[in-house]
């Protein structure tokens, strides 16, 4: 049973940084591609940033490019997300997730986990 568990959200003040882990368990994920979505109260999920898991090729929403970068630790299988320069706007809740190629749409994803609050306050 494949199991991914996030964690490292928080509170924050605007301009800050989080770090977000997310640690993958369950089967290999050599061939994975492993993604980090958001979901803001009252919207939809939307996709943030994607690595693949050799970790040669990262993807990200033009709304975080520039602020946060994904990266992966294979002998960890953990993968993070660096959020620098947060903003009020990117409060949401943020999901850790798994797809088999590389793809900025949700239900091309098939692992999820169970979330991490962030918040961010101006």
Known sequence: QVQLVESGGGLVQAGG???LSCAASGRTFSNYVLGWFRQAPGKGREFVAGIDWSGAGTFYA??????????SDNAKNTVYLQMNTLKPEDTAVYYCT????PSKREKDYRYWGQGTQVTVSS
């Open 17 to 19: 940084s989080l770090r």
């Open 98 to 101: 798994g797809a088999t190629f």
């Open 62 to 71: 033009d709304s975080v490019k520039g602020r946060f970068t994904i990266s």
